[in-house]
């Protein structure tokens, strides 16, 4: 079992830069695939971004793609999500999870852990 805390979140203004923290307690860090989802106002929780922390290799939502980048400190158990040129439509709750499957995905239901969120608003 793991447990995650994120932080980071904040008010900004359109095309600053904003780091989440996803720091990690629990198994072994590695051990699983980890992901961040947002759930901006109204809306349904979406897909951010995945990491394989075995392969390297991430995915990102096209809505996404070229600003945000994660990264992670394995030795601190702790996963990063880089947001840059923020938008007003990237203002929503953020969350990290873990998936213990072995492939990793961009579907909600495959994550079986959840941080409790953390809010990022964007002003324009």
């Known amino acids: 079992q793991v447990q995650l805390v994120e932080s980071g979140g904040g008010l900004v203004q359109a095309g600053d830069s904003l780091r989440l923290s996803c720091t990690a307690s629990?198994?072994?860090?590695?051990?699983?695939?980890m992901g961040w989802f947002r759930q901006p106002p109204g809306k349904e929780r979406e897909f951010v971004v995945a990491?394989?922390?075995?392969?390297?290799?991430?995915y990102y939502a096209d809505s996404v793609k070229g600003r945000f980048t994660i990264s992670g400190d394995i030795a601190k158990s702790t996963m990063y999500l880089h947001m840059n040129s923020l938008k007003p439509e990237d203002t929503a709750v953020y969350y990290c999870?873990?998936?213990?499957?072995?492939?990793?995905?961009?579907?909600?239901?495959?994550?079986?852990?959840w941080g409790q969120g953390t809010q990022v608003t964007v002003s324009s």
């Open positions: 999870a873990a998936d213990s499957g072995g492939l990793v995905s961009r579907r909600i239901a495959e994550y079986d852990y």
């Open positions: 629990g198994r072994t860090f590695r051990s699983y695939n």
């Open positions: 990491i394989s922390w075995s392969s390297g290799h991430s």
